[in-house]
């Protein structure tokens, strides 16, 4: 397989309310989500679709060719209301994202995804827009590539590292994934090398792609287009991802946002969502030994008022 659908059961359970519904699968990928929203539905109902990767995008068109209730975009789910507005939809009764990249992107060479492989430090999902991520390297203020990799990857050597890679490529330009490796190998330890490699490379990867940015678009644009009774369900991978989710999902519950000490309410807010899962779903052990890479995941589901 591919890439093998994770929390497949559970993302379904919870998303699908209405069997002639409108749904929004925004992270495709190789399909295996939405092609299970579509068991469910009746020929009446309607998937929208996105991906950011060309790839999967193509993938999935062929997948579902035939299928008339289908229609596939190539960009970023945060277009979500101008896709349904081509389509002529004014709301969803389910919408979901599984995010973060896909088994076939990461095992990808070309891709540059992963330190595990050489290639082309590229790790855009959607190679038609912005920089390959060795651009930054070569480009960015020390001081900003220091902050990336500590706010986006949580690595606490990150000025380190941003020190090393500003000498490095004073002598020569990054471009490869061994040429980032290289320079980090050579102050860590090496049974910590890998750990440090992973946050690193997501750093990059969550930078390059502007994953958090798209992600808190998206998630307003997806709260105004639920139909009341409508879901939406997330999957994330990482606690950056995860705590947008959670604080968005959180701050649409709460009626009223005024100051603790303020006497009455002024602020006019209203909850427009109630939490479907108080906690995070994750894994069960059985899934994440048949599947390593769902160890991270964590679902939360929340229903339009
Ligand atoms: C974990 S995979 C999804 C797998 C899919 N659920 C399946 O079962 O095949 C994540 C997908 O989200 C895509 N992606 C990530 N960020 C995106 C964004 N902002 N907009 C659209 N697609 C995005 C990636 O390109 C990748 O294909």
Redesign the pocket.
Known sequence: M?????L?KESIEYLVINKSGFYF???????????KILDQLNENALLLG????KE?YNYCRTKFENDFRVKLFH????YLDIFSKIEFIDGFDGI??????????LDDKDAGFTFRQDSVLDLR??KDEGEPAYFYLNTLEEKEIADLIFNLGEERSSRKIARRIVEKRKEKEFKTSNDLKEVIAEFVPSHKLSKTLSRVFQALRIYV???LE??EI?LDKAVKLLKPGGRIVI?T?HSLEDRIVKDKFKYETLDCICPPESPICTCDKESTLKLVTRKPVTPSAEEIQRNRRSRSAKLRAAEKL
């Not at 699968?25 to 092609?35: C, K, L, R, V, Y």
């Not at 960009?75 to 945060?78: C, E, L, V």
């Not at 979901?96 to 992107?105: H, K, P, R, T």
Request: proline content about 2%; hydrophobic content about 30%.
């Open positions: 591919i890439h093998e659908p994770v497949l699968d925004g992270t495709i990928g190789f399909g295996g989500h939405s092609e996105s991906d950011k990767d999967a960009g970023s789910y945060k979901f994202a599984d995010l973060g990249v896909s088994s076939y992107q999902m959607n792609n502007n994953e798209d992600l998206f999957l991978y």
